[in-house]
């Protein structure tokens, strides 16, 4: 039986899916999981994500959460580990990221390892160090203001040192430029000196490239996505990997459709105004809710009867002045949680009563939905976009998900998602 031999822990869900696409876009037989206790059921594939609701959760679960995942992983024959966060870094000064790369580079042995958040395509880059969302400093975007990790300090080998007691330092541009030797010699140098964890500045997408020239023997690297695809090729010429390169299409599902979106990202916000011009669009506002089960009934009320005439979206999303009252109110993760559970709950509801596509807005929003529906292992398509992952789940009579990054995504994706779903591939 062929064992995996890439593995990857993700935050999650979204990260998680749009990691997994792009590898079955690539060829690669990819499962997709939401537990550790189900990397046994995979079968025979060549890699294997572990994608759980992690990234603003208590230190402590996280590290146990992910400490679970990466043994189950490497029990199941893994050779190579990737633990996948969002380009803009999403943490806080106790973690998640700081304290999650310490209990895999235990478990794994590794000797380094670096970290690169960077998405060229999406004008998320590092620069000495510094995290930039295009032209700006992520201290000067709109993440400065995000509801549960806020990004007030762009240089990211500050933040991660504030997150681990290993130290930490760069790999400049002129290096991961270079790549080849010079790459290599800055990497050893470094490591010389003590240094275990290293945030590479990326900025073009030959910079990815050479980081994972650099790395592909290493048993632990961290990171964004978009580092992902270029480890295939490299892996296919040393032997590793056998696919043919010729990913399998999602089945069709149809049936009753429904938005749920708990991101409140300016995109997100977006793409519900542009849903809103064609759909019925119920927001539930945080700051005017004391406690979830009359909300859902109110919102089950309004649904049930529309969603036998088309899709519906029902939303938490909120712009940043409203969020500032729901978390007066709630207090930060008491909003965030109350959230969760309002389209969660929703969520088991809608599905009960027939509804088959689901398209989730926010990485949190998935977990949450995901966790509530006890879905635990997904058929993932190939790579749609950024930030973007459609699957259904296993069956014979399958659920179709997209799950999508709050931050990401065309302003009219909700709406394609959901045709898409009827006709996989169709979309042009």
Wanted: proline share 6%; net charge negative.
């Amino acid at each position: 039986m062929r064992r995996p031999f890439f593995g990857i822990v993700a935050d999650d869900m979204t990260g998680g899916l749009e990691t997994a696409a792009m590898l079955v876009a690539d060829g690669v037989r990819c499962a997709f999981v939401t537990d550790a206790d189900s990397v046994g059921d995979v079968g025979e594939v060549e890699a294997v994500v572990v994608a759980q609701k992690t990234r603003v959760v208590d230190p402590a679960e996280a590290v146990a959460k992910s400490r679970a995942a990466a043994e189950a992983l490497l029990a199941a024959g893994v050779r190579r580990l990737f633990f996948k966060y969002c380009a803009t870094f999403d943490s806080t000064d106790r973690g998640n990221i700081g304290p999650v790369a310490d209990v895999l580079m235990d478990l794994t042995g590794a000797r380094f390892a670096i970290f690169c958040p960077s998405s060229p395509a999406l004008r998320r880059t590092v620069y000495n160090g510094h995290l930039f969302l295009g032209s700006q400093l992520i201290s000067e975007s709109p993440k400065r203001d995000d509801p549960l990790t806020p990004m007030t300090d762009p240089n990211l080998v500050r933040v991660l040192q504030r997150q681990t007691r290993r130290k930490v330092g760069l790999l400049a541009h002129p290096q991961t430029s270079a790549g080849g030797a010079e790459l290599a010699e800055a990497i050893d140098r470094a490591t010389r000196d003590g240094v275990r964890y290293l945030v590479a500045d990326a900025i073009y997408d030959g910079d990815l490239a050479n980081l994972a020239v650099a790395t592909q023997d290493c048993p632990l690297v961290t990171g964004n996505a978009t580092i992902v695809p270029h480890y295939p090729p490299l892996w296919r010429a040393s032997g590793h990997l056998h696919s043919d390169r010729h990913p399998a299409a999602l089945p069709a599902v149809d049936g009753k459709a429904i938005v749920l979106a708990g991101s409140c990202a300016e995109r997100t916000r977006e793409q519900l105004a542009a849903f809103e011009a064609n759909h019925p669009v119920l927001r539930i506002d945080l700051g005017e809710v004391d406690a979830a089960a009359p909300v859902v009934t109110e919102a089950l009320a309004w649904a049930l009867p529309l969603l036998e005439r088309g899709p519906v979206l029902i939303t938490t999303s909120a712009d940043p002045e409203a969020v500032s009252v729901a978390q007066a109110r709630h207090g930060r993760d008491g909003a965030a949680e109350l959230a969760e559970r309002i389209l969660g709950d929703i969520a088991v509801a809608v599905r009960t009563k027939g509804v088959r596509r689901f398209v989730v807005a926010g990485g949190e929003t998935s977990g949450a939905v995901m966790e509530r529906l006890g879905v635990r292992r997904l058929n993932v398509g190939p790579y749609g976009g950024p930030g973007i992952g459609t699957a259904t789940t296993c069956g014979p009579d399958p659920i179709a998900f997209c799950l999508k990054s709050g931050k990401l995504g065309p302003v009219d994706l909700f709406a394609e998602a959901l045709n898409e779903m009827t006709n996989p591939g169709g979309r042009e």
